[in-house]
């Protein structure tokens, strides 16, 4: 895992890399905010989707709904970066929707957005 902490609009971000799994369920969720929190101090997290496990985004598992509500929980932004056109499901991208025009979860296709979404909610 790889962190680095950005400011932008005066709100600190925190930027994580990672080329294996961190979050595959609610515990590896709740050990990553901490990580995360204990680093770089940073309650806005940008995460590439790769880092999140694929029964995450099958709704059914009703793990993205666990492992979200603990960021609620917590008072942790997050914005998952990737492509999330591969997935077919109606009821993923509604969800996606949903969070986009919420203002803790996002799910966006690149850092950029992510970043800029994070330091204005």
């Given amino acids: 895992m ?3 902490k950005i400011e932008q ?3 600190e971000i925190a930027i994580v890399k990672s080329n294996e799994e961190l979050i595959t369920d609610v515990q590896s969720a709740l050990d990553f905010m901490a990580t995360v929190s204990y680093e770089t101090g ?3 997290i940008v995460l590439n989707k790769s880092a ?3 029964e995450f985004f099958d709704l059914k598992t009703r793990l993205a709904g666990e492992i979200l509500q603990k960021f609620i929980n917590y ?3 997050i914005a998952i970066v990737g492509d999330f056109s591969s997935y077919s499901s109606k009821s ?3 969800f996606i929707y949903e969070s986009n025009n919420g203002r803790d979860i996002f799910f966006l296709s690149n ?5 800029e ?3 204005r909610v």
Avoid at 111 to 115: D, F, G, P, R, V
């Fill in 2 to 4: 790889n962190t680095r």
């Fill in 9 to 11: 609009n005066g709100v």
């Fill in 42 to 44: 940073c309650n806005r």
């Fill in 52 to 54: 999140i496990c694929e």
């Fill in 75 to 77: 008072r942790t932004k």
């Fill in 92 to 94: 993923l991208k509604d």
């Fill in 111 to 115: 850092e950029e957005q992510a970043i």
């Fill in 117 to 119: 979404k994070l330091s």
